[in-house]
Structure formats: C-alpha cells, structure tokens
Nanobody, 125 residues
Framework: QVQLVESGGGLVQAGGSLRLSCAAS????????MGWFRQAPGKEREFVAA????????RVVDSVKGRFTISRDNAKNTGYLQMNSLQPEDTAVYYC??????????????????WGQGTQVTVSG
C-alpha cells in the first residue's frame, strides 16, 4: 500500500497560482495511477485530474482545463498539481489519491483506495 501527503495549499488572490505536491511513501509510486480531487464546503468531492502510472496519459476536468496541469516525478515519488489563474470557485480542500491498475477515465472517488489528508486552497476575490 501507499501513504500520501499533500502540501502546497494556501490563500491566494484571484488570478494567482499555487502548486500542490503529493508525496508518496510505501509501495513503489510508479505502480499507481494518481488523481487529484477537491471538495468545497457543502459539496461532494469532485474529480479534478488524473495521470497514468508512467505519466504518459492525462485527464483533466473541463472546468480547469487550460489552467491546471497534473504531473508526476516517479523518481521523487511525488505528484503535482500546478494551478494557474485561480478563481474563487476553485476554493476547496484538495486531495490526492492513488490506485493501482486504474484507468485515468475513472473519475469517481470510490474507485481510488488511497488518499491523502487534504490541503486547503482558498482563493479570494
């Protein structure tokens, strides 16, 4: 199994940028598809982006396409979510997740077994 720890959240003004990191430990990171999800107050957890085990395939939700970039460095056992042009509606707790042998087309939170504790992103208008 794998343990995940997110970092990089914070408070930023609209139009600003943040880069979230997801540090993995335990089983070899490259075994897992990695996803990013977010959950705003009073809302369900929603899919943001996913990246295949090698990093060669990526899926990003339409609402952040062109603004957010998902990547990973398997040598460093770390995944990233670069967020640019942030807007108040991006405010949420952001979670990274991992699952072995999972297609990046899977966008439902229940398809992922391993989760980080989350990091808060707040975008002020």
């Amino acid at each position: 199994q794998v343990q995940l720890v997110e970092s990089g959240g914070g408070l930023v003004q609209a139009g600003g940028s943040l880069r979230l990191s997801c540090a993995a430990s335990g089983r070899t990171f490259s075994y897992y598809t990695m996803g990013w999800f977010r959950q705003a107050p009073g809302k369900e957890r929603e899919f943001v982006a996913a990246i295949s085990r090698s990093g060669g395939n990526i899926r990003v939700v339409d609402s952040v396409k062109g603004r957010f970039t998902i990547s990973r460095d398997n040598a460093k056992n770390t995944g990233y979510l670069q967020m640019n042009s942030l807007q108040p509606e991006d405010t949420a707790v952001y979670y990274c997740a991992a699952e072995g042998l999972l297609s990046i087309t899977a966008t439902t939170p229940t398809t992922y077994t391993y989760w980080g504790q989350g990091t808060q992103v707040t975008v002020s208008g």
